[in-house]
Every structure is written in C-alpha cells, then in structure tokens.
T-cell receptor, first 116, second 113 residues
Framework: DAGVIQSPRHEVTEMGQEVTLRCKPISGHDYLFWYRQTMMRGLELLIYFNNNVPIDDSGMPEDRFSAKMPNASFSTLKIQPSEPRDSAVYFC??????????????FGPGTRLTVT | AQTVTQSQPEMSVQEAETVTLSCTYDTSESDYYLFWYKQPPSRQMILVIRQEAYKQQNATENRFSVNFQKAAKSFSLKISDSQLGDAAMYFCAYFSGSEKLVFGKGTKLTVNP
C-alpha cells in the first residue's frame, strides 16, 4: 500500500485566497483525521471522520475551515478565506478499528501551508 | 481529560549509546493504548512502537523498547545503539475508546557523532 497520500506537499498563497488540501487514506481504513502542527501549539486535531461521516469537529478553529469526505478514499480540508495565522503543516492520518487491525494512526507526509 | 506530558523538551545522545525519553499520562481508563511516534526533519510522522495497557510485557521493536509502568502512568522509550538517523522529534501519544490520539509536546533528540 502507498500509505496516506496528501497533496499538495507545499502551498504558498496570499491572504484571502481559498486553499484546498487533499488526502487519500489507506485503503480499508475507516477513520480519517486532520491535524494541524505549529511550533506554538504543537499537534492539534481539527476533525475526524468515521465511515465518511464527521464525528468530531470541535478542533476546527473557526468557520473559515471546512472538511468533507465524499467517499472512503478521499477527503478535503478547505480554508476560505486564508489568513497568515493559518500557516502550518497540515497532516492527514487514517486508522482502522476492524477485527485484525490495530488502532494506530498512519500519517501522511503533510502539507506545508504558507499564507502571506 | 486525558493528558500526556513529556518533561524533556530536548535530549542528546552520543552515537552508539543508549537514551531514554520520558512520558507520563493521566487517565482514569483501564484499557488504552500508548504509542511513540518519530518525526524526522522530513516531517513524516512515523509510528515507532505501541503498547496495549492490558499487556504486562513491555513492547520491543529492534533497538526501541518501552518501560511501561501502568500504576505510575509512565511510558518511557529506550533507544539502544543510537544512530544518526534516530535524530528527530519524538511524540508520546495516548489512545482510548474515544478514538482521539492525545499527543505530548514532543522531545527533540539530537544524536552526536
């Protein structure tokens, strides 16, 4: 398996622009997580899905952030409009809680977002 | 709420020597999982080792082993025969039935040649 795939790896945009981050989880995994990592705040869980349904979005900072999972193999995290304080590394992770699978989360390579 | 504490923001070790990274956690659950993740400069979060709380035996993965003390809520990571490639941020993480991983703030490990 190719692991969790994220795109783009790097994104530089201007304040006010819309940014869309993409994630393809590991096939067969039924949980998908979006995290944000900054020096100041460390790793923060933004939202997670189970079987494509958002379960907990309490970590989403504000209404400018939205996430969707239209099917089991694709998720997006959108920021509109973007602000400089959104600059961070955004990780997608997936896991499985099916019989025979373990509970650990597997992370994608991350998207480094810079908002100028 | 569950919390994970890594009291050592930075550690250093000489190549080929052994280093131990500390982690404590707070929980009222009896069944849970603990993990150590490694984040090298590439940013990729890599699972190093995991421990199920119901298992008394400490987990081992090659040069990596843990010292799990359930009563003390302690979960330290020992790296033996340290290599230059072990230099990274190491995150301790806790997981219970809530499905959320709770991470510590991380320990930056430097390996000196």
């Amino acid at each position: 398996d190719a692991g969790v795939i994220q795109s783009p790896r790097h994104e530089v945009t201007e304040m006010g622009q819309e940014v869309t981050l993409r994630c393809k989880p590991i096939s067969g995994h039924d949980y998908l997580f979006w995290y944000r990592q900054t020096m100041m705040r460390g790793l923060e869980l933004l939202i997670y899905f189970n079987n494509n349904v958002p379960i907990d979005d309490s970590g989403m900072p504000e209404d400018r952030f939205s996430a969707k999972m239209p099917n089991a193999s694709f998720s997006t995290l959108k920021i509109q409009p973007s602000e400089p304080r959104d600059s961070a590394v955004y990780f997608c992770a997936s896991s499985a809680r099916l019989a025979g699978f373990s509970y650990e989360q597997y992370f994608g390579p991350g998207t480094r977002l810079t908002v100028t | 709420a569950q919390t994970v504490t890594q009291s050592q923001p930075e550690m250093s070790v000489q190549e080929a020597e052994t280093v131990t990274l500390s982690c404590t956690y707070d929980t009222s659950e009896s069944d849970y999982y603990l993990f150590w993740y490694k984040q090298p400069p590439s940013r990729q979060m890599i699972l190093v080792i995991r421990q199920e709380a119901y298992k008394q035996q400490n987990a081992t993965e090659n040069r990596f082993s843990v010292n799990f003390q359930k009563a003390a809520k302690s979960f330290s990571l020992k790296i033996s025969d340290s290599q230059l490639g072990d230099a990274a941020m190491y995150f301790c993480a806790y997981f219970s039935g809530s499905e959320k991983l709770v991470f510590g703030k991380g320990t930056k490990l430097t390996v000196n040649p």
